[in-house]
């Protein structure tokens, strides 16, 4: 069982790291430290904790089984949606845009849905293609434990 200590030092230790797992205990301490952080710093941590939550996110639906891409639905629908209507900000008022609108919002509220539902999943114990082998596990093991 990963404790809140431990998972804040996963965070960032593993921040660059797209691929193994991360238990569900894992990956709530970490959601919950960085919502605190958000908190406290007025949402300033957001710039630098963004890569390490998307890093978290992946991991953890790498431990559900499925491909951690998933997690950039909702990104793909944000972008796709900030794009298109800051070059066509008169589009809400036509019924093609009004479709747009809605199908991206639709697109990112289906990544919503994967990710909670992955963040509540019991992870598969068998092993995984994005598992780090045992040579590269090591220094995660001695990190723990100081």
Same mark, same amino acid.
């Given at each position: 069982m990963v404790t809140f200590k431990q998972a804040v030092k996963l965070l960032f230790l593993r921040a660059f790291d797209f691929s193994g797992r991360s238990t569900r205990a894992e990956f709530w301490w970490g959601v919950l430290f960085v919502n605190l952080l958000s908190a406290v710093t007025l949402g300033v941590s957001g710039i630098f904790t963004f890569i390490p939550m998307l890093s978290l996110h992946f991991r953890r639906m790498q431990d559900v089984g499925w491909s951690g891409w998933y997690c950039l639905t909702i990104i793909v629908g944000l972008v796709l949606n900030f794009l298109f209507f800051d070059k066509y900000p008169y589009a809400l008022s036509t019924t093609t845009g009004l479709i747009v609108f809605w199908f991206f919002v639709l697109v990112m509220l289906f @990544?919503?849905? #994967? #990710?909670?539902?992955?963040?509540?999943?019991? @992870?598969?114990?068998?092993?995984? +293609? @994005?598992?780090?082998?045992? %040579? %590269?596990?090591? #220094?995660? +093991?001695?990190?723990l434990r100081m």
């Open positions: @990544g919503l849905g #994967l #990710l909670i539902y992955a963040s509540l999943k019991k @992870g598969q114990p068998e092993k995984m +293609n @994005g598992d780090c082998p045992p %040579r %590269r596990c090591w #220094l995660k +093991n001695t990190i």
